[in-house]
């Protein structure tokens, strides 16, 4: 079982950085995939970025890559993702999500991911 909680959202201007965090209670941080997902008003959940247990070979989403970057610290239990030069359409809520064991090439699937957080929102404003 693992349980997340996020933190860090707010409201940003546009061009502005934001910081994430996902705190994970887990016995064994390092053996779960983890990922950030987030959802729009009337939008489908999409994937944004990932990482894998050793933090090497991140994944991002097309529309983030270069601004966002996702980190994690195993020591901590804690997944982060740095979010710059925000734009209005970053607006979201923002989701972390964890995997236990291989997922392979459906790590941008939400499906594949059984365990979320609540979600925090971060609106940015133009």
């Known amino acids: 079982q693992v349980q997340l909680v996020e933190s860090g959202g707010g409201l940003v201007q546009a061009g502005g950085s934001r910081g994430l965090s996902c705190a994970a209670s887990v016995r064994t941080f390092s053996n779960v995939f983890m990922a950030w997902f987030r959802q729009a008003p009337g939008k489908e959940r999409e994937f944004v970025a990932a990482?894998?247990?050793?933090?090497?070979?991140?994944y991002y989403a097309d529309s983030v890559k270069g601004r966002f970057t996702i980190s994690r610290d195993n020591a901590k239990n804690t997944v982060y993702l740095q979010m710059n030069s925000l734009k209005p359409e970053d607006s979201a809520v923002y989701y972390c999500?964890?995997?236990?064991?291989?997922?392979?090439?459906?790590?941008?699937?939400?499906?594949?991911?059984?365990?979320w957080g609540q979600g925090t929102q971060v609106t940015v404003s133009s």
């Open positions: 990482v894998s247990w050793s933090g090497g070979s991140p």
């Open positions: 999500a964890a995997a236990t064991g291989y997922i392979g090439s459906t790590y941008r699937t939400a499906k594949s991911y059984p365990y």
